[in-house]
């Protein structure tokens, strides 16, 4: 494995965070390149204000690196194939099963008449069978392998979504040291600026208390957050988090 090194981080280019915090580190550099490794953690945001207490968590959201004198080649990003996770799923699996029931025999007695008198005429109905269909409703555990990194962008300006599959509410949790990519420097001073943002639709907001009392519908839930989405302003535009980073001589 690859010795670690901290990038500079360029002082006031950053930005106070919301709802995830990052970290940037590099291998040390090599014939004009160096891998890059992400550390991030997503966590919920808990706010008290006039509108009551409101819940902030991220449904998904994306890495985006602006990159200065470098590019990051597609055939070296990573995850390519990684992080992929087993999550079990539960169904309802229905099951016909048919069942013969036999039913009573019968006879009936009579009497005919023959050459050399009355014959006796027993005839006898076989048992009949009748299928009866009954349907048996088991649970059935399975899994499915979902990917929670997929990667965008070009060469200059690569892009990771982020996308938690796990059927919680939001992200939460921590992502140690993943690898992003080989950085290819052209020439120097080569800098990185990272950058997390998330879409309106790509927020879970809570509220509990104050503009969203509990007995209110998911239409004018929806609406409700959409006005939270707009007062949390600059908090979450352009972006929830930001750093620039200066990579060393190479």
């Known amino acids: ?39 991030f953690n997503a966590y919920e945001e808990v706010l008290t204000c006039r509108f009551g ?3 902030v968590g991220l449904r998904k959201l ?15 990003r990573q ?7 087993g999550i079990k799923k539960k169904r309802m699996v229905g099951r016909e099963t048919s069942v013969k029931v036999a039913s009573d025999s019968k006879s009936t007695v009579g009497a005919e008449l023959g050459t050399h008198g009355p014959k006796a005429n027993v005839s006898a109905k076989s048992d009949e069978e009748t299928t009866n269909k009954v349907t048996d409703s088991t649970e059935d555990e399975f899994e499915v392998r979902e990917h929670q990194f997929s990667v965008a962008g070009n060469e200059s ?25 080989k950085l ?6 080569c800098q990185v600026t990272a950058e997390f943002k998330a879409a309106p639709r790509d927020l879970w907001i809570e509220g509990k208390g104050g503009i969203f009392p509990t007995e ?13 989405y707009g007062w949390l302003g600059s908090r979450v535009r352009p972006c929830l988090s930001r750093k620039h980073y200066e990579v060393p001589n190479v």
Request: aromatic share 4%; proline share 6%.
């Open 184 to 189: 290819v420097i052209s020439r120097e001073p």
């Open 216 to 228: 209110m519908n998911g239409s004018h839930r929806a609406i409700r957050a959409l006005v939270v």
């Open 1 to 39: 494995m690859s010795r670690r090194m901290k990038l500079k981080e360029q002082p006031g280019s950053g930005k106070v965070s919301f709802c995830v915090e990052f970290e940037i580190t590099s291998s040390v550099p090599s014939q004009g390149t160096l891998d890059l490794f992400l550390t």
């Open 79 to 85: 995850p390519q194939r990684l992080l992929s996770i």
């Open 157 to 181: 300006g690569p892009v990771w979504h982020i996308e938690d599959k796990t059927e919680s509410k939001f992200l939460e949790g921590a992502l140690s040291e993943q690898s992003l990519g």
């Open 62 to 76: 994306r890495l985006e690196l602006g990159l200065c004198n470098a590019t990051m080649p597609l055939g070296t």
């Open 53 to 55: 207490e409101i819940h």
